[in-house]
């Protein structure tokens, strides 16, 4: 199960995954194992040696003497991808969004051009620390959303895919 | 009285990277002096000399010292001219990779390629076989075209599990002070992230020859005001690695464990001031160390994490000092550096000063950026740190950032609360509610109770509202 979880105004994209008395519990590529126990009251949680006694009350977590508030939103049930609610497949686009905000100082492919999965489709300057953008696939690039030197939001689209294998030609 | 100017948009090349904003800015709050900082012009000579004419003091180095220092060519020669060991390698800048080849197959690989022109740990690559050479070779030119304006390279042999050690200097017009060592061992991609004061690795003997080549060697460079000398701690040797012509991120270390304010100092020293210590007079206690929060994701390969700090609460205590540019609130623009703030204790000696950071991380509170704490508190465990066996490579070497599984205690309590909601059912199936809603009307309630409670469905498990 995926959901979006906002913490006290800090949002995080949390997946929960049942195993076998438990939980595995992924956000933003951590990873906790978690027990939980719900009773009439409280829900009673042990991750490794630590325990947490909740009480979720409307859109508060008490935990300990601190009140949390809560917002969720986009519950899905399916299990997440590599890529992010991507359709997947031969002949399925898919758009590659950026994880941050950032400059684009360089679009190493264009409209039609062959690619191979993890091959550098922009650059984005963040931080100045230049991050690659991969793609996530094979296949052939459809469109490039973004110009060099532009300045983009995160989550913007940057460019998108249609995967299949690429011809050998 | 502190007043803001605003110098332009927020590009580097539109604000703090502008002269003419700069300067403009420094005339509009007549203002009489201009300290650089560290980054964007401190260590730009022709910005130097531009105060001079405009009648600003600049609270740095002289321009002729700082443009020696900044090539890095010819400060190796310089050291070389004064006696200082200096890391084999090439004085002259390679014209093409053939001539690299042969200069890497005489020094012995792996190699390190250097730019000319370039500092701050950008534009260096290493090549461990003469199959890589022509690519790093073309790749280092284009970084340090693109970093520094000049695509030259230099070599030098790569040398392996080094300490990084510097000598903070200060020079006035009489005399001058060097400091006690500081150890920048801890790096990512030549980025330190971790510094302390003194160097587990220096003994008394060590400590002076280094003072006093660091101090000779910038006085050799007709040098004044604050400067860091860096060398390599190699097999019980040290060589000349370069200068840098400013004050340093971590120089709050060096004034934890002496006392001496280098910032006062270096606006003395510009305004002719002079220096309020000598090198007699100078003491030293305890052990100091400092650690980077860089606004980065360790468990995304340090990914930039800029945006809105949401929560924020420092580490409080004695010995503990924290100098930090961010609150809850602000914004960590992708603009610039990551770095948010420095994370500093100074304790009685090293056992201390690791357990000191240790408890602070642990009391770091930071949220609505993902930071490198996390990465701090697995590295303050290694066993090889808490030795202080370092050396500039071990952070990819031991894999530290790659054994990562937790963001720490905040983020765990997200996870407790995540595990809550799933197992209290808060999020079947059906439950679609959005909990944010604080007024859910009367009816909706009801319907929720009742699935909940395993009912009827009162409202298609679809609806939304």
């Known amino acids: 199960m995926r959901f979006r979880l906002d913490v006290d105004g800090e949002r995080r994209e949390i997946e929960v995954e049942p195993t076998a008395g438990g939980f595995v519990i992924r956000i933003d590529g951590a990873t906790y194992r978690a027990r939980a126990r719900p009773d009439a009251e409280f829900v009673d949680v042990r991750i490794g040696a630590k325990h947490y006694r909740l009480r979720i009350q409307g859109n508060q977590a008490i935990l300990g003497d601190e009140v949390h508030r809560l917002r969720i939103a986009d519950i899905s049930e399916e299990p997440g991808g590599e ?87 | 009285m502190d007043e803001t100017v605003a110098i332009g ?53 002289p321009p002729d010292a700082m443009a020696l220092s900044g090539d890095k060519i010819a400060a190796r020669k310089s050291m070389a001219r004064l006696g200082v060991a200096v890391t084999t390698g090439v004085d002259r800048p390679l014209q093409s990779v053939e001539e690299a080849r042969v200069v890497a197959a005489e020094i012995g690989y792996p190699v390190l390629f250097k730019a000319t022109a370039g500092g701050g740990g950008i534009g260096m ?26 695509p030259d390279l230099f070599m030098e042999k790569y040398l392996r599990r080094a ?45 002076a020859r280094l003072i006093d080549t660091a101090a000779r060697g910038l006085r050799g460079l007709g040098y004044r005001n604050a400067g860091t000398v860096e060398f390599l701690l190699h097999d019980g040797r040290y060589t ?12 709050p270390i060096t004034e934890m464990v002496t006392g001496v304010d280098l910032v006062r100092q270096q606006i003395r020293i510009a305004a002719g001031d002079g220096l309020e210590v000598s090198q007699t007079e100078l003491t030293r206690h305890g052990h100091a160390m400092e650690c980077r929060v860089n606004a980065e994701d360790p468990i995304r390969n340090f990914l930039p994490s800029p945006g809105r700090i949401v929560g924020y609460r420092e580490p409080t ?46 009391a770091y509170e930071i949220r609505g950026v993902q930071t490198n704490l996390p990465f701090h508190r697995e590295l303050l465990r290694r066993p090889e740190f808490v030795r ?13 950032a790659a054994r990562l599984r937790s963001r720490g205690p905040w983020e765990e309590r997200v996870a407790a609360i995540a595990a809550a909601l799933v197992a209290g059912g808060r999020l079947a199936r059906g439950a679609t509610f959005p909990l944010e809603r604080a007024s859910v009307a009367k009816w909706a309630l009801a319907g929720r109770r009742e699935r909940l409670a395993g009912g009827g469905h009162a409202i298609s498990p679809r609806r939304r509202w």
Request: net charge neutral; charged share 25%; aromatic share 4%.
């Open chain 2, 317 to 362: 205590g004695s010995g503990v000092r924290i100098d930090s540019g961010v609150a809850a609130g602000s914004v960590v623009p992708p603009y610039y550096d990551p770095l948010i703030a420095k994370l500093i204790v100074h304790t009685r000696n090293r056992g201390q000063a690791i357990e000191r950071m240790r408890r602070s991380i642990e």
């Open chain 2, 125 to 150: 690559s290493r090549v461990d076989r003469p199959a890589e050479i022509a690519s790093a070779f073309e790749s280092a030119r284009s970084v340090a075209l693109a970093n520094f304006g000049n």
């Open chain 2, 163 to 207: 300490r990084h050690v510097e000598v903070q200097v200060l020079l006035d017009s009489r005399g001058g002070v060097g400091f006690v060592e500081r150890e920048c061992s801890v790096q990512r991609r030549h980025q330190k992230l971790v510094e302390e004061t003194p160097s587990p690795a220096v003994g008394r003997g060590l400590r």
């Open chain 1, 83 to 169: 890529i992010e609610g991507r359709p997947t497949g031969r002949g399925a686009v898919v758009e590659i969004r950026s994880p941050m905000p950032g400059r684009v100082v360089r679009v190493a492919v264009a409209a039609g051009s062959q690619v191979r999965r993890g091959q550098t489709l922009v650059i984005l300057e963040a931080m100045k620390m230049q991050n690659e953008i991969p793609a996530p696939g094979d296949g052939v690039v459809r469109q490039v959303a973004v110009a060099e030197g532009e300045t983009i939001t995160a989550d913007r689209v940057v460019a998108s895919i249609e995967l299949g294998a690429p011809s050998a030609s």
């Open chain 2, 9 to 61: 948009g927020p590009l580097p090349a539109d604000s703090y990277l502008n002269i003419a904003h700069v300067l403009q800015a420094a005339h509009d709050t007549r203002a009489d002096a201009i300290h650089p900082g560290y980054g964007f012009l401190s260590e730009n000579p022709t910005f130097a000399t531009r105060c001079a004419e405009e009648g600003l003091v600049f609270v740095g180095p």
């Open chain 2, 388 to 400: 202080g066996d370092l050396w500039t490579t071990m952070v990819a070497d031991l894999r530290i």
């Open chain 2, 240 to 251: 000349f690695n370069e200068v840098n012509a400013r004050l340093q991120v971590e120089h």
